[in-house]
Structures are given as C-alpha cells and as structure tokens.
C-alpha cells in the first residue's frame, strides 16, 4: 500500500473529495430510506451497499493502484448518477424545485469522480514493478493475485446484494428460506475470510475450503433461478423479480472469473511472491 506522502497533492484532493462525497451520498441514502416505497426501499438499501463497497473501492484502487476496482467504482458512481436523474424526472413541478440544488451537486460531484478516475486508470501504475521488480512472471502473478482480490470482493457485494434482493421481494418467502439467506450473509462473509487467509499466506487446504464453500452458493443460485422463473409475473412488478435474474447471473459471471484468477494463484504459490510483497522489495521507499 501506497504511504499517505507518496500520494501527490492532486491525488490527494481527489481522494478526499471523493470520501466526503461518498459519504454524503451515504447519509443522503439512509435519509430517504425511511420515505421509500417498497420497491424503491429495496433499490435505494441496494445503493447503499454499493455506495458503502465504493469507500473500499477508491481507497484501495488509489493506494493499491488496483485499475480494475476503479472501473468498478466509476460504473457504481454511473449507476447513482443515473438513478438520481430518473428520480428527478418523475418529481412533480412542485417538487422539483426543492431538490434541483441537490440533483445538480450529485451530477457535477459524480461527474468530477468518474473523469478524475479515468484519468487515475490511464496513468502509468507501478506497483507491479515494485513488488515484481523486472520478472514479468511475477508481475503477472501480482496481477492475478489483485485480481482475485477484487473478485472476492465483487462476490461479497454481489452476495449481499442478492440476499437483500430476495428477503424484500419473494412472494410468501417461508421462514425456512429466510433463516437460509440470514445464513447467506455470514456464509459469505466466513468464504471471503477464508479465501483471503489462503491467498496471502498461501496455504493450498484453505483455497480447496474456499472453493468448496462456493459450491452450495452455484447450487443455490441455480435454485434460485428456477425458483424466479417458476414464479414470474405473480406480482404487481416484474422490475425486482428481473433484477433477481441478472444478479444471479453476474454472480455466477463474477465466481467463474474468481475460480479462474484463483487457480493462476494456487499455482503460484511458493514462487516467491508473498516473500517479496512483505519484503522491503514490495515497499514504496525501496
């Protein structure tokens, strides 16, 4: 990780305008929860735990130089920018001009983060180097190891954003399945423990637990799927039931690409990469 003084002056503005706006964001979320619809309750707790994923997300894409969550950040910054803009064009005339002052901030602030990290993925990174130093196999190693960094934590979100998903919107959900998803929660959280403890200590009985964890999840979302599909078009709105689909997809999309980037990573353990990265090799002064 990057030192706070290796960061120059305009990175660190942006980074601390950044957190600041993020967390408004966050404190404008929870204020309208409690004047939400059902519907629209479960949207605005779904950004919520997106906004709280984004903190992670800037913090670790600028001080980890880790281009890929940057992405993730500026298509999540993208999707409340646009769920602001459609909020804003069903308000009545009456209403419109009591928050005309807020939409504008969130688009100017949303604006000035997305072309901010652009610039940031499009700047030279070096971290790969300094840990790799000029072994392009271990640099590539590096490579995969963020990778699968980030996709534990795309899994995580991906997880708990389905739970959310499936607690507010089945019809008739059964006590039986909510204690299943209230285990879901600390289920995952317990796999992504797991999993970071195999990759940074590079112990190979924790990559096969973890692997074997993901196993009842694939099974369950297969489930799921049926499940939606059998019940499609019982409710006044197929706008959740949809979002349930393609959650479940991309959630099946992210832990192909997990189990993928991991075995790259179990092959490489005892190449020497973990020693470099907790070496002076890995640091910023070295």
Known sequence: IKPWSELSSPVKIYFCVTILSLLSVIGLTVENLVQQTHEDF?????QLIGVVFCVYYVSRGILQE?????????????????????????????????LIARFVLILLVGAFDIICAIILIQSDSM????????LESLQAQYFML????SMLTFDLQAQLCLCVLLLLTLQEISLLHII????????????????????????????????????P???YLAYLLYTVILKWGQGSSYALEAAVVT?????VAIKSVLFWALFHVYRSFGHGLRERMFSSYGRIDS
């Open 66 to 98: 880790n281009r890929q969550e940057l992405i993730v950040f500026i298509l999540s910054i993208f999707l409340v920018m646009l769920r602001s803009v459609i909020n804003f064009t069903v308000l009545s005339t009456e209403q419109k001009p009591q």
């Open 217 to 219: 999840e694939v099974a």
């Open 127 to 134: 971290m790969a180097f300094r840990v790799g130093g000029a």
């Open 146 to 149: 963020n990778l699968c960094f």
């Open 42 to 46: 479960t949207v605005s707790l779904i």
């Open 247 to 251: 959650g479940s997809c991309i959630s």
């Open 180 to 215: 299943f998803l209230a285990a879901g929660i600390l289920w995952a959280c317990l796999k992504v423990t797991c999993g970071i403890i195999a990759i940074l200590k590079e112990l190979k009985p924790f990559a096969w637990v973890f692997l074997g964890q993901n196993l």
